[in-house]
């Protein structure tokens, strides 16, 4: 299958710092991408979807000043979480589908554990 | 809104045992339906993919169904080994991924 890579794997931060988290996808170019985040026992959310060359679109309640995301390539993406604080502590993944919507199969990230302290 | 809810919440079941794995969701108009495997701490691991059409899809000891008008999924596990459990989930697609809240397997030695 299709490989969609993230990283870091894993992250410690400071309270008020920022962190970049990237997604790419290997051997297939992704128009559009997508980012979850999971709580502990808890099912994905998702938070926006990512358009190359174009803005991205964010679910409701979600703050695209704290969670920024840049697609600039068509195998790139990133989530930035901006002025961390420990509530943004959380698993985040990142998908793409194949075919650039979801009608394709969606292969995911490896996920990235954000921890704010 | 979609909403996709998985039962049993947890399972725990000896090695060798078949099992099934449920999936209900409440609006129809998917595109298809994917279940996932999630390890702790890790990302999510494609299992198997049925598209709207279709339904069931198999591979190795894995077979998935999908009956779209009632809205529901289950996952076949036939001879369950230790190395299966993890934590399955399973997503529908309409305009976006809408997943379950998981079935947490433990396959017991």
């Known amino acids: 299958g299709a490989v969609v890579s993230q990283h870091p794997s894993w992250v410690i931060c400071k309270s008020g710092t920022s962190v970049k988290i990237e997604c790419r996808s290997l051997d297939f170019q992704a128009t559009t991408m997508f980012w979850y985040r999971q709580f502990p026992k808890q099912s994905l959310m998702l938070m926006a979807t990512?358009?190359?060359?174009?803005?991205?679109?964010?679910e409701q309640g979600v703050e695209k000043d704290k969670f920024l995301i840049n697609h600039a390539s068509l195998t790139l993406s990133t989530l930035t979480v901006t002025s961390a604080h420990p509530e943004d502590s959380s698993f985040y993944i990142c998908?793409?589908?194949?075919?650039?919507?979801?009608?394709?199969?969606?292969?995911f990230g490896q996920g990235t554990r954000l921890t704010v302290v | 809104k979609q909403e996709v809810t998985q039962i049993p919440a947890a399972l725990s079941v000896p090695e060798g045992e078949n099992l099934v794995l449920n999936c209900s969701f409440t609006?129809?108009?998917?595109?298809?339906l994917q279940w996932f495997r999630q390890d702790p701490g890790k990302g999510l691991t494609s299992l198997l993919l049925?598209?709207?059409?279709?339904r069931e899809q198999t591979s190795g000891r894995l077979n998935a169904s999908l009956d779209k008008s009632s809205g529901r999924s289950t996952l076949y596990i036939a001879a369950s080994q230790p190395g299966d459990s993890a934590t399955y989930l399973c997503?529908?697609?309409?305009?976006?991924?809408?997943f379950g809240t998981g079935t947490s397997l433990t396959v017991i030695p």
């Open positions: 049925i598209q709207s059409s279709q």
């Open positions: 990512s358009n190359e060359g174009s803005k991205a679109t964010y």
């Open positions: 609006d129809s108009a998917i595109y298809n």
């Open positions: 998908s793409a589908p194949t075919a650039g919507d979801t009608n394709t199969e969606a292969f």
């Open positions: 997503a529908v697609s309409g305009n976006q991924f809408y």
